[in-house]
């Protein structure tokens, strides 16, 4: 596992805030879609009454409900797609990173495999 020595240079700093950024990007992104999985799944199972049967507030609290769902999932690791998202936009080019740096970011340093 690669370990990321103290970061003092200037570009050290940039990288990682470049790596910051795209994983921060890369997780809202997951999160989108899962919860618009999450979503579709709600709306396979029967209609209950909460909330007095007032459609549009508990239209309003599941859909909250379900945003909350997908943000926990993505913060205890998600279904990858995150890392698959970083992954390809270390592969088109978008600009290089230190994978030292951006293994650190992932949930307790572990190495990703960039093949």
Do not use: C
């Not at 549009?56 to 797609?81: K, N, W």
């Amino acid at each position: 596992m690669p370990v990321v020595q103290n970061i003092s240079t200037t570009t050290d700093k940039a990288a990682l805030l470049e790596v910051q950024k795209r994983k921060k990007a890369a997780d809202e992104l997951e999160g989108y879609f899962v919860h618009q999985m999450i979503r579709e799944m709600r709306k396979t199972i029967p209609k209950d009454e909460l909330l007095g049967g007032n459609k549009f507030a508990s239209d309003i609290y599941y859909d909250m409900l379900d945003e909350q769902m997908a943000q926990q999932i993505v913060q205890s690791g998600g279904f990858g797609y995150s890392k698959q998202i970083v992954k390809a936009m270390e592969k088109n080019g978008s600009a290089s990173v230190n994978k030292a740096l951006l293994n650190q970011q992932y949930k307790g340093g572990m190495e990703l495999n960039w093949n």
